[in-house]
C-alpha cells in the first residue's frame, strides 16, 4: 500500500488549506485513515482520523476547525483545514491502517508528510 498526499503550502493565519492523501496498491480492507502532524522538537500527534464505519475523531486543538472526510470509492481522504494559526504549522502525515485477510494482520502505513506553514 503506498500513500501520496498533496495540498500542503503557507497560508496566512485565518486562511485555510485542504490535504488529500490517495492510497493505491494491493488494497483489501482500509480499517481506518487519517492525518498526524509533528511540529520541530515535538512528538507526532494525531490530528483527525476516521474509520470504517464512519466514525471521525479529532484533536480537541482543531475541533470545530478541520473536517476530516473520506471518499471510499476512490480511497482518498481530505483534510479540510479552517481558521489556521500559526501553532497548525508543522508536517503532516498521512496514516492508514490495513487489514490483509490473506494473512490475518494489520499493518501501518505512511505518507512521506507535507510541509503546512501558517504565518502571515
Known amino acids: 500500500v503506498q500513500l501520496v498526499e498533496s495540498g500542503g503550502g503557507l497560508v496566512q493565519p485565518g486562511g485555510s488549506l485542504t490535504l488529500s492523501c490517495a492510497a493505491s496498491g494491493t488494497i483489501f480492507r482500509i480499517d481506518a485513515m487519517g492525518w498526524y502532524r509533528q511540529a520541530p522538537g515535538k512528538q507526532r500527534e494525531l490530528v483527525a482520523a476516521?474509520?470504517?464505519?464512519?466514525?471521525?475523531n479529532y484533536a480537541d486543538s482543531v475541533k470545530g476547525r478541520f473536517t476530516i472526510s473520506r471518499d471510499n470509492a476512490k480511497n482518498t481522504v481530505l483534510l479540510q483545514m479552517n481558521s489556521l494559526k500559526p501553532e497548525d504549522t508543522a508536517v503532516y502525515y498521512c496514516h492508514l491502517v490495513h487489514f490483509n485477510p490473506w494473512r490475518r494482520a494489520s499493518n501501518d502505513y505512511w505518507g512521506q508528510g507535507t510541509q503546512v506553514t501558517v504565518s502571515s
Open positions: 476516521i474509520i470504517s464505519g464512519g466514525s471521525t
